[in-house]
């Protein structure tokens, strides 16, 4: 009964290469939550998707993020031309359904990204 | 613009002792409150959560309790265990926000002395 699988753990990209950071949710979710947590910060939502829908995207930054949660495979955080703002531990959470608050959103161990 | 706000960066007890973790919120449109525990290279564990509608919610060792007109929560474990020791974070979620959309104070760092 695994939970909720991040790979990889670690991600080391130099400045213009795209970093791809995968999320498996836990067996029987279909909700998944993607989170930043910069140095010495709380988490910050970036983005809630569905099975090949996006929910809510809020908090993804406008330009060279993007986010998949295809019918089959892996949730994908997608960033293009990676900047060293970029370097941050991103998280991602999942869910069986939306309202998950009587017992929390599980979450991974993260993608620790670093950007040279 | 913070909007839950953990003041306390750290904090310090003796095993077998009480702590008190503290978090104040500013949009009373909040209707749910979780508290997470996270380890090192490690992601957050749930702990316990409370509706806006309750005052108090407990579950073993982990109280939390709910002050809405102050906008306060706090955390409570009792009695302490070296265990514990982790960072605790506070997180809201926003009614009329899309569900798993949450916001986390920056944290408060426990440390429990045997």
């Known amino acids: 009964n695994a939970g909720v699988m991040q790979n990889p753990r670690h991600l080391v990209r130099r400045r213009g290469q795209e970093a791809r950071l995968r999320c498996s949710p836990m067996k029987g979710h279909s909700h998944v939550y993607w989170y930043r947590q910069l140095p010495e910060e709380g988490l910050k939502f970036m983005v809630y998707l569905q099975k090949e829908n996006i929910i809510d995207e809020s908090g993804m930054p406008k330009e060279r993020f993007s986010a998949e949660f295809p019918k089959e495979g892996p949730s994908i955080l997608r960033i293009q031309q990676v900047v060293r703002g970029d370097s941050a531990a991103y998280f991602c959470?999942?869910?069986?359904?939306?309202?998950?608050?009587?017992?929390?959103?599980?979450f991974g161990s993260g993608t620790r990204l670093t950007v040279v | 613009d913070q909007q839950v706000k953990q003041n306390s960066p750290s904090l310090s007890v003796q095993e077998g002792r009480i702590s008190i973790l503290n978090c104040d919120y500013t949009n009373s449109m909040f209707d749910y409150f979780l508290w997470y525990k996270k380890y090192p290279a490690e992601g957050p564990t749930f702990l316990i959560s409370?509706?806006?509608?309750?005052d108090k919610n407990e579950d073993g060792r982990f109280t939390v309790f709910l002050n809405k007109s102050a906008k306060h929560l706090s955390l409570h474990i009792v009695p302490s265990q070296p265990g514990d020791s982790a960072v605790y974070f506070c997180a809201a979620r926003n009614y009329g926000g899309s569900q798993g959309n949450l916001i986390f104070g920056k944290g408060t760092k426990l440390s429990v002395k045997p």
């Open positions: 409370i509706s806006s509608i309750k």
């Open positions: 959470a999942s869910s069986p359904n939306p309202d998950s608050t009587n017992y929390g959103y599980t």
